[in-house]
């Protein structure tokens, strides 16, 4: 009975302990229980599983499994596709595995090893890789099947065992097609595609014709896809009639699907007003001469400037273009370092529609703050302005800039602003000329497009600055004459490049390249580089396109510089500048010309050499950084493209001018070779140059 009683006391002792040590460790599972442990059931990951990837040999492939350390050691039985035998046919195959119970694991069956692969031979592999380059390659092939053989074709054919075999790199100098094969015991890899796109040099994608008969052959060969245009250069002053423009030899259908209606290409017709005045133009093309333009200090009385709330009487036309003076009072509403903004007192107010506040007229003053020291820094200053200024014809250092209603007897807007170098010329003068002078550095700016159109605005305060520094650099100094073309286009290239500076970037919709370049794009053969006409909008379009091609092809912000620094105006001007700031000394407005037809043709991937609206371009000068920024004529205006004439369509090319012809068929997405016949222009002045594109 004591050894009974004894054993229970001991057996109830043990529970007890047993029961603590369970209530104080609470119980977990181990991933995986050694031997000895808990029996485990093994998984798929407990294993390592090799030889999933195998090339097709004619002989079983087997797949590896053995266990990870510590892992289930039981028997391990492998299926392929749910059978025994190991696989040795080309294919794909899903493999899984069972494990035999061992000490401290249960067994497992079906587990997921993967897919057994069975490849024929490796696919080859090109170095460098398919891509677009700029020159030509040296191709090196290679497979990881041992004693493959590759052959290759370039010509976008399927290799077989009879096709070029691979012995070293491969030279492809042109855009071409390589496809290979590996081949070992018969049996073929995959084929490699690897299209490789070299960029035609600049004599294989620029062809100047030469006529020494009345008609040409030209031949393009290495042909990949690429698109041909003829472009026609009139590079005269003078008009070329269309029947003696020339064209191509024979019967070719004309590209009628492409010539589209304006609705389509034209950019609309809610353009923003001009900037300028017929008349400011004329006379500042040919005003009269300068014969008092001296210093005045020691004969002018002392200057004392005008507060924010004094009025000033100024003389406007009643309506734009009118030629009916009145004279309005305007309020000094806001300065700033360098400008005086007077708004006419009709035009002040609350704000919206016509009416300025104050904090919009200061707001004007504040960015003309900015503009000033950029635009001076690059193109010089305005009369009686800079260093040692005197404050010119009113004695102000600060440019005046009068806000008022621009607009026709119906109210319509007429122009965002614009300089009238009349204002530097004494009444009575004048009064000769029928005009009324305010005397004074002054332009005008539209007062409901500072509502509507703000960055305009400020687009206008530099296009008209410059007017205003051109006509002291070039007539009251130099004693030239700017003619409209020509002053137009020097400020167009000056906002291109000075509105980014302001916050009035390329992609803004008041920029030049959102404003102008889509009414080139479809009017360019309308108005000659070197006119000016009636028709306002396309003139302005040109003149912008041809000083954003100069700034992006032939020095940026530098060239502009040197055009207005130099002592010569319009074509010469060009000229100088053009051999001044690059180092060829043969360059000219008339060389410059013949290569803007590339500019109409090639944007995005560009061949070498040739020339593009498709070029930035960066200048720091006098610590300011100038960028002309590239776009793309192909892309970047949505269904806008540059218009494309037939090439049968022959047009009066206007002096200075270009056209661009496409045949409906055969002359795009062409492959191989090609010849052209073009018949010769009666008319000398006009050259032909055919141009291989590659399309983006």
Sequence with gaps: MKRTAFTLIVLA????????QHESKP???????????????????????????????????????????????GTITIY??????????????????????????????????????????????????????????????STTTPGAVIHYTLNGDTPTASSAQYTGPITISHSSTLKAIAIKDGLNSEILTAVYNILRTYTESVQRVTFTENTATVNFDYLNGNDIYL??????????????????????????????????????????????????DEFNANPPPVT???????????????????????????????????QKQATLRATGQYSNIWV????????????????????????????????TNLLGYEYGGGPGGDGGRDGDPKIQILIYNIVNASGVVQAAGFFWSKDFYPQILNELLGYKTNLAEIFYIDASQVNSS??????????????????????????????????????????????????????????????????????????GTTEWG?????????????????????????????????????IASITAALRTVNTNSGLSFEEALRRYGEAMIFSGTLPPDVQSFDKTVEKTIGGYTYTAEKFNIWGDFGSTTPKIFGVNEQLEMRPYSLTVHQAASGWTGQSGTKTITLQRPNNTNVEFYLMVRTAD
């Design 344 to 375: 006419m007192d009709e035009n002040y107010d609350s704000g919206g529609g016509n009416k300025i506040t104050i904090a919009q007229a200061q707001t004007l003053a504040d960015k003309f703050d900015l503009i000033y020291p950029i635009e």
């Design 231 to 280: 472009v026609k250069v009139n590079t005269s002053d003078s008009i070329v009639s269309a029947a003696n423009t020339g064209g191509i030899s024979g019967s070719s259908p004309n590209l009628l699907s492409n010539i589209q209606s304006d609705e389509l290409l034209y950019a609309p017709r809610n353009e923003l007003p001009r900037m300028g005045h017929p008349a400011a």
């Design 534 to 570: 009636t028709l306002e909008h396309e003139s302005y379009a040109k003149g912008y396109a041809f000083g954003a091609y100069l700034l992006r092809n032939y020095g940026g912000a530098e060239l502009l510089k040197e055009m207005l620094a130099n002592n010569s105006t319009n």
């Design 454 to 527: 703000l960055d305009y605005t400020y687009s206008t305060l530099i296009h008209e600055f410059q007017h205003m520094i051109n006509f002291n650099v070039k007539t009251v100094k130099q004693i030239k004459n700017s003619e409209t073309w020509y002053n137009e286009m020097l400020s167009m290239m000056a906002e291109d490049i000075i509105a980014p500076l302001i916050g009035v970037d390329p992609a803004n919709w008041y920029h030049p390249i959102k404003q102008k370049i889509p009414t080139f794009l479809n009017k360019y053969y309308a108005v």
């Design 80 to 141: 392929y596709k749910g059978a025994r035998a190991a696989p040795s046919a080309v294919g794909s195959y899903a493999v899984t595995f069972d494990v035999a119970a061992a000490t401290g694991w249960n067994a497992a069956t079906g587990l997921d090893a993967g897919t057994l692969a069975i490849r024929q031979t490796v696919l080859p592999a090109a170095y460098p890789p398919a891509g677009s380059y700029a020159t030509a390659q040296y191709v090196t092939l």
């Design 292 to 326: 008092d333009a001296e210093p005045r200090s020691r004969s002018r009385a002392v200057f004392i400037p005008p507060v924010v709330g004094d009025t000033r009487m100024f003389w406007v036309e009643s309506y734009y273009h009118n030629n009916k003076w009145v």
């Design 27 to 73: 119980e977990s599972k181990p991933e995986s229980k050694p031997v000895g442990g808990e029996n485990a059931t093994p998984a798929a990951e407990d294993f390592i599983i090799s030889g999933l990837s195998q090339i097709y040999d004619g002989r079983p492939k087997t797949v590896s499994i053995t266990p990870k350390p510590g892992k289930s050691s």
């Design 13 to 20: 002792f043990t529970l007890a302990l047993t029961v603590c």
